[in-house]
């Protein structure tokens, strides 16, 4: 978004049609068209895509942002925002990587302790 904002400087609906991609734009646009009022089109996405606690706002702050400042404020929201998400990523993995061990465990455990008690 931030290239397209940048270079191209387009008004928010020619954006999300350049950008069609990805589910969670899907979820903003109706088939080809933009409708009318992309910001609850935008809330209604955040609400229904899976998001982790933390990721909502970001997602909500950013759909609000969008369209109220020049292209530098905007771009700097993105840039902002990228940044949050990013270190969001990162926890979640960590914490992934720490659970998927501690599951791991629990179930050669549990494995072990029902071979010794049918034994």
Avoid: C, H
Avoid at 3 to 31: C, D, K, T
Avoid at 73 to 78: D, K, S
């Amino acid at each position: 978004m931030a290239v397209q904002i940048r270079y191209r400087a387009l008004p928010l609906g020619e954006l999300f049609s350049e950008l069609q991609g990805g589910e969670f734009l899907q979820l903003i646009m109706n088939n080809e068209q933009l409708t009318m009022n992309w910001r609850e089109k935008w809330a209604e996405a955040v609400d229904s895509f899976p998001t982790l606690k933390g990721e909502r706002e970001i997602l909500l702050s950013i759909g609000n942002s969008l369209g109220n400042s020049d292209s530098a404020g905007q771009i700097a929201m993105l840039e902002l925002n990228k940044e949050l998400l990013s270190a969001r990523l990162v926890e979640a993995s960590d914490a992934a990587s720490r659970k998927g061990a501690m599951y791991r465990s629990v179930g050669v455990l549990s494995g072990l302790g029902l071979a010794i008690i049918v034994v």
